[in-house]
């Protein structure tokens, strides 16, 4: 959404507020995301803190325009830090498809 921020919309589902009963607790998160073919690993440390209709500006920005399923709610996170992890022990996987890839 900015420099320092990320966000997501968190759709009507399951109804396990398991993330949100959580953050009531303690807002800090941490969020891995693996590109495996690539070996490479982001880590994203920060502070969450959810929305809700009455922000719209911010609840229009996490739309997926022709998905039509109903947004609960949103979170947003701002990034305190990351790091890229070093890619010593990421195994590459591959999703079908993608064969065995020459890595570089």
Same mark, same amino acid.
């Given at each position: ?38 070996? %490479? ?5 920060? #502070? =969450? +803190?959810?929305?809700? $209709? ?5 609840? @229009? %920005? ?5 998905? #039509? =399923? +109903?947004?609960?709610? $949103? ?5 305190? @830090? ?23």
């Amino acid at each position: 959404l900015d420099e320092s921020t990320i966000g997501f919309a968190d759709f009507a589902g399951n109804r396990q507020y398991v993330s949100v009963g959580n953050l009531a607790a303690n807002d800090r998160v941490s969020l891995f995301f693996m590109d495996y073919p690539n070996r %490479k690993r982001l880590k994203i440390l920060g #502070r =969450a +803190r959810l929305v809700g $209709g009455d922000e719209g500006d911010v609840m @229009a %920005k996490l739309t997926h325009p022709g998905y #039509r =399923a +109903r947004i609960e709610r $949103g979170l947003l996170i701002t990034i305190a @830090a990351f790091d890229w992890n070093c890619p010593q022990h990421i195994t590459p996987r591959f999703a079908d498809g993608d064969g065995a890839r020459e890595q570089t």
